[in-house]
């Protein structure tokens, strides 16, 4: 009997950069950086096509950390600085596993990495390339959330895997609220008609406009990476 086949061809995965550091809170915890990387090498060795956007709330987190002392556009400049440094450090972590990385910024910093170019990335992931993108959409006011959506869209993946620190869509905040149920699927619609905290508002409407489905899982174990991209049942996931 053949072996599973992975249910998505490319896709594309979000990490948080809180989730990096771990219960460090900032910085790296580096067993979490080097078991999220062996488990996005082992997606590629079963012929995954893999995309990353991660986050740099390990370092700086835009609006919330300039604290209206910085002004806005300048604040969410300075957080896509900060998610480079979370893609080197993954691009550095992963080629030593052996696998091939190029990393790409929405802002020109051609000294450390490639200007994004949508078909260079597209060569590059199907030629079995990890590619992580940085510095967001490259404009303030939008989250890396929708910088994940966005780039899920332009290279044409078939899912976008939401790694958090929750392991999938409840209906309340479950920290908060012991009755809260967790769905194992939900609508567009339905997430921002309840206000659900997946995703901000923007990258689930540009979600549901491109159709393309969120698997919202656990970090925690980074093997859920790989049983998303399996098919598995895990987290929750939002589509039509």
Known sequence: MDAAKPAYKRVLLKISGEALAGNKRRGFDF??????????????E?????????????????????????????????????????????ADVLEQMGAEVRVQTAIEIRAVAEPYIRLRAIRHLSKGRV???????????FSTDTAAVLKAAEVNADAILLAKN????????????????????????????????????????????????????????????????????IGTIVQK
């Open 46 to 90: 079963l012929g995954v096509e893999v995309g990353i956007v991660v986050g740099g709330g390990n370092f700086w987190r835009g609006i919330k950390d300039g604290a209206g002392r910085i002004e806005r556009t300048r604040a969410d400049h300075m957080g896509m600085m900060a998610t480079v440094m979370n893609c080197l450090a993954l």
């Open 131 to 141: 590619v992580i993108f940085g510095c967001g959409t490259g404009s303030p006011f």
């Open 31 to 44: 067993d979490i950086v080097e078991s999220v990387c062996a488990a996005v090498r082992k997606c590629v």
């Open 166 to 233: 929750i392991d999938g869509v409840y209906s309340a905040d479950p920290k908060k609220d012991p009755s809260a149920v967790k769905y194992d699927s939900i609508t567009y619609d339905d997430v921002l008609a309840k206000h659900l905290a997946v995703m901000d508002s923007t990258a689930t409407s540009m979600a549901m406009d491109n159709n393309i489905p969120v698997l919202v899982f656990a970090l925690k174990d980074p093997e859920n990476i790989v049983r998303a991209v399996m098919g598995e049942r």
